[in-house]
């Protein structure tokens, strides 16, 4: 069975407006401090370009990727670093970008895992979050929209490698 965009759940508009406030939240906590902001390719690549323009504090960038060990569907938790940062981030504040939080076990092992490192200080941004489907208890400092339990692409987020190019985020469905 294939898949086809059912519907438009959050439009471009709403997702700037996103942008802008947690921008400016981000600006507002991190005021005299210096950042490193830390995207999860791929998923993350526009909104982390989105929400770095409406960050005005002085900030770098840099991306890892990750994999999650897993049989089939089921992620383990267990996150296999497949693109290192390219920055030593001993002593500096860091906040790791991510474009979804579904059940929690990625951006629990990433923090953990970039803690060990000794970042002065260590937050997650994620544009998404379904809390319906967590599986793990994890604090996420900055949190753009909650959705329901639904399988979205666009703005980042893909199926298949697809539809990462999707200006809006849209619901995907069974084509039938
Ligand atoms: P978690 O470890 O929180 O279960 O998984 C987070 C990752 O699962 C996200 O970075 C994303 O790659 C993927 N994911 C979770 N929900 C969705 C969704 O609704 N759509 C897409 N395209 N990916 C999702």
């Known amino acids: 069975m294939s898949k086809t965009i059912k519907r438009v759940l959050i439009s471009r ?3 700037d407006q996103m942008c802008r406030r947690l921008g400016e939240q981000i600006t507002h906590d991190y005021a005299g401090k210096e950042i490193i902001l830390i995207g999860v390719l791929k998923g993350a690549f526009i909104f982390m370009s989105d929400l770095a323009r409406y960050i005005g504090v002085p900030c770098r960038i840099d991306f890892m990727s990750v994999s999650s060990y897993g049989s089939g569907t089921r992620t383990s938790g267990v996150v296999r670093i ?3 940062l390219d920055t030593d981030i ?3 504040h860091i906040i ?3 474009d979804i939080v579904d059940t929690g ?3 629990k092992h990433l923090r953990e895992l970039l803690s060990t490192r000794n970042p002065a200080s260590i937050a997650l941004c994620t ?3 379904k809390p319906d489907r967590r599986k793990v208890e994890i604090m996420v400092e900055y949190t753009g929209l909650q959705i329901p339990d639904e399988f979205i692409v666009g703005y980042g987020l893909d199926f298949d490698g697809k539809y990462r190019n999707l200006p809006d985020v849209s619901v995907l469905g069974d084509d039938n």
């Open 105 to 107: 076990l990625t951006l």
């Open 90 to 92: 001993t002593g500096k």
């Open 82 to 84: 497949t693109k290192d």
């Open 96 to 98: 790791v970008v991510e």
């Open 13 to 15: 508009a709403e997702i």
């Open 127 to 129: 544009a998404f979050d």
